[in-house]
């Protein structure tokens, strides 16, 4: 087992690697950026090192300063968090050139999935249900004029190494199509250095369904069932819950077994997270994330397990503990997700927090780095909580997040909280009856 983990990250993710690691008995060095020293993950961990600036390409993302640290401080592994470098195959190499493990999927994974096109041509061969589309990147319009035609409108152009929604734009018929062929292309190349799209078959009303996955790297995985990450602004997740309140328990098996035997055949290690769009009762793959997903805890409430000390395991070499016999969902679990943010147009709120307040209670989890006093950056991203509920049932875990967002309190800047309370009173959210456009039209976005 490790002696000593880096942990590459900040804010509540940090906090949260910290948590399992010091649990296991393992000592935790926080790397932290200048604007970071008072950082709730800074002062819990065993050792702390500033690693740059503010900036984050010249702290958190700068893999330099981070082998450095892990060579300072006799770090032999390196737990990457969600974001940051978490799916960057150069660091993965890097670390193993230096003999530091890396708390993740071998790079030549996470570079597989990097490539949305890759990733697509691997799933397909493994059996895992896609989305009809181009069979690779496109090389001119004019070929994209042909594949939308042989496909029918509408199609939704993508960048081969997107994420969030950039490089993504909707064709409703042919006219539309050249103007959303080369923004994407644009947009693609200014946010990910490669303007590299391909099309898909857009589906209008789909829900956001993605199945978590664990491997060991020796050809065994699992699958911890679904979670619903339908809710959403702009390609972003708001709230997710598991289980999804469409998918029965043979449909979850299903495409369970489906993803877990993919992963295995791929001899993928460590947890994954298979999305998939979900439409008239039938899945397609979008995209797979090689890392921690930051809704994560709502599968470990359900399953009752701590997929973080399950990663520390088995990269440090031990055998799986996770049985797919032994993995049997208990009740709902739901995640909202509090940005420091101004409503009604989701504008960056950083500044001083003069109270803070998390829920309790039997059921009720909150992943926060915040506390009286904390000042919010305003370098990083919004996300400054995590609340989670869990019940014995959907309705039952319904009440206990009413409950629950009614104890928070975070006074001195502004959040998302008063937007789940709305969102608690509205019958489609009540019932589940909502869709990945939803939100949006609720927002009036």
């Known amino acids: 087992m490790f002696k000593k983990i880096l942990i590459a990250n900040r804010g509540e993710i940090a906090l949260r690697v910290h948590r399992a690691a010091r649990e296991m008995g393992i000592k935790t060095v926080a790397i932290h950026s200048t604007a970071d ?35 300072i401080t006799g770090a032999d592994a390196v737990h990457p968090g969600y974001g940051f470098l978490s799916e960057n195959q150069n660091f993965a190499q890097i670390l193993e050139d230096h003999g530091i493990t890396f708390i993740g999927p071998r790079s030549e994974h996470i570079a597989v999935m990097g490539d949305k096109i890759a990733a697509k041509d691997t799933m397909k061969k493994l059996g895992v249900p896609c989305v009809p589309g181009s069979d690779g990147g496109l090389a001119s319009f004019e070929e994209a004029r042909d594949v939308a035609e042989g496909m029918g409108f509408p199609v939704l152009i993508k960048a081969a190494s997107g994420g969030g929604g950039r490089g993504m734009k909707v064709a409703r018929s042919a006219a539309e199509l050249e103007n959303a062929y080369r923004t994407a292309r644009s947009e693609a190349k200014a946010a990910f250095g490669d303007d590299t799209v391909y099309m898909e078959k857009y589906l209008s009303i789909p ?23 339908s809710l959403q602004r702009r390609h972003q997740k ?18 369970g077994e489906t ?64 049985r797919q016999e032994d993995l049997i969902p208990r009740g709902h679990a739901i995640e909202c997700r509090i940005n420091a943010e101004r409503l009604p147009d989701f504008r960056p709120c950083p500044g001083r927090i003069t109270t803070f307040h998390a829920p309790g209670g039997l059921g009720v989890r909150m992943d926060s780095a915040i506390y009286d006093g904390y000042v919010i950056p305003p370098f990083y991203d919004s996300l400054i909580a995590k609340l989670i509920v869990h019940a014995p049932d959907r309705e039952a875990a319904l009440h206990r997040l009413d409950r629950a967002l ?5 006074d001195g800047v502004d959040t998302t909280k008063p937007l789940f309370e709305a969102l608690l009173e509205q019958p489609d959210v009540r019932t589940g009856n909502y869709n990945i456009h939803w939100l949006e039209k609720f927002l009036g976005i």
Do not use: W
């Open 37 to 71: 020293t008072d950082a709730m993950h800074v002062r819990l961990a065993d050792e702390s090192i500033c690693v740059g600036p503010p900036s984050a390409a010249q702290s958190y993302l700068n893999i330099p300063a981070i082998i450095s640290a892990c060579e």
């Open 207 to 229: 829900r956001h369904i993605e199945v978590q996955v664990f491997g060991d790297g020796k050809g065994r995985a699992v699958h911890l069932g679904e979670r619903d990450c």
């Open 238 to 255: 708001v709230l997710e819950e598991s289980p999804s309140p469409v998918i029965d328990a043979e449909t979850r098996a299903r495409i």
């Open 259 to 322: 993803c877990a035997k993919a992963i295995g055949d791929l001899h993928y290690i460590g947890a994954g997270t298979i999305e998939f769009l979900y439409e008239n009762g039938e899945f397609f793959f979008i995209e797979m994330n090689t890392r921690l997903q930051v809704e994560h805890p709502v599968t470990e409430a359900v399953y009752g397990v701590d997929l973080v000390a399950e990663q520390i395991r088995v990269a440090a070499g031990e055998e799986m503990s996770l």
């Open 406 to 410: 009614s104890e928070l309190v975070v």
